[in-house]
């Protein structure tokens, strides 16, 4: 399987995250993340999985089309980065089917908090060796949640299912995506978040 | 009309807060906020108003079914503060109209800005007089966001509209509280929001 600059879930050397599985508990309890949507979820993978390329169309289309988003792929001056937009491209197509398929456990844990630093100046724009803006405000993460919850909703009906099942669908990966943008504002809170 | 205790949206000696109107434009346009959605937020407003009770009734059922959420309302210690629950209660009565009908405008990122340090140790338990424990989490702060969401949905429908009507509401709905909770995540990420 052709291997993804910097795609790193499963590197064994991953720092644990600071976030532990009752925190995390917690948290499923916050947004009524249950079974149920892990069953929905691994549906919706199944749904998703040959729409990829289309969603991720959608999702740079959304950034490439605010100059205060496209800013975050682009160098201090303001210029986009093309190679550095196509490689975080390739790690978000993973993201988008560990979502679906990867257990919630420590590894996802830390995979995440990885991610969450990713988007900070502790560790922005290393992975990929770019020289673009220190990191990502909260404001922004917080808010994308929005659009990347929203605009999936058609792609979960590309399969037929029954409106019932794509509404458990939707609302399972609306929870998700709250839980991991949760999970990636730790650095910007931490002894508070 | 009955004054409720702690409710200063009006109040001239708010301090204005320290998101700008282009702050607020640049979120807007993170969550695709538009005048649309200003237009479904009040007619949204309109299916809501009769159902508040039963909507907070909702909410406060699912914070109180949660150890580990009706802590924030209850001593250091544990014990819940009935007072407190209903003293809130009444400002979130408010805040559902508010969220409706109120334009976006200063006045407004100003209640934000006071109901963000509410929630933080800046100023949490000043308002009601308690002695709860001093601040809420960023954690719960966005996880919130999907209850507060998905559980408004079958008020939306109350009024007979039609399912793109309710559809348009419920999106609208989803947008202003992503943006909310933007807004009160500025205490928890200063520099970096
Ligand atoms: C719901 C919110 C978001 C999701 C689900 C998301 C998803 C992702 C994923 C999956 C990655 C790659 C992670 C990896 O390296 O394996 C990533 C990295 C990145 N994202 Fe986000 N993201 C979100 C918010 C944002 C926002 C608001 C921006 C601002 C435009 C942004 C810009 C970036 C950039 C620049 C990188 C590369 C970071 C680096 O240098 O390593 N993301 N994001
Ligand atoms: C979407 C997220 C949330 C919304 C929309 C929301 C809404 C509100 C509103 C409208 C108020 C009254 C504001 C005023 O004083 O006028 C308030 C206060 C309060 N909320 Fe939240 N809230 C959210 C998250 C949370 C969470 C996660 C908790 C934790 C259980 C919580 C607990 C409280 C408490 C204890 C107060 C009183 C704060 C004080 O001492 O003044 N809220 N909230």
Same mark, same amino acid.
């Given at each position: 399987m052709m291997t993804t600059p #910097? =795609? /790193? =879930? /499963? /590197? @064994?050397s991953l720092r644990p995250s600071p976030v532990t599985l009752d925190d995390l508990e917690k948290l499923k309890a916050t947004v009524l993340f249950s079974s149920a949507d892990e069953a929905a979820l691994k549906t919706a993978g199944d749904v998703l999985a040959p729409q990829i390329d289309q969603i991720l169309d959608v999702w740079y289309g959304f950034v490439g089309a605010n100059p205060h988003l496209v800013a975050y792929f +682009?160098? @201090? +001056? #303001?210029t986009p980065l093309p190679d550095y937009l196509a490689r975080v491209r390739a790690r978000f197509a993973h993201w988008i089917l560990d979502t679906c *398929?990867? @257990? =919630? /456990?420590e590894q996802w844990l830390a995979y995440h908090q990885e991610i969450a630093i990713r988007h900070?100046?502790?560790?922005? *724009?290393e992975t990929d060796h770019v020289d673009s803006v220190p990191y990502i405000p909260l404001r922004y993460m917080i808010g994308f949640i929005y659009p990347i919850t929203a605009t999936i909703r058609p792609f979960l009906t590309a399969a037929g299912h029954r409106e019932e099942e794509v509404e458990a669908m939707f609302n399972a990966w609306f929870k998700s995506v709250t839980m991991q943008v949760t999970l990636w504002s730790y650095p910007y809170a931490k002894s508070v978040w």
């Open positions: #910097g =795609y /790193d =879930y /499963d /590197d @064994p +682009s160098t @201090p +001056s #303001g *398929n990867r @257990p =919630y /456990d900070t100046a502790e560790k922005k *724009n």
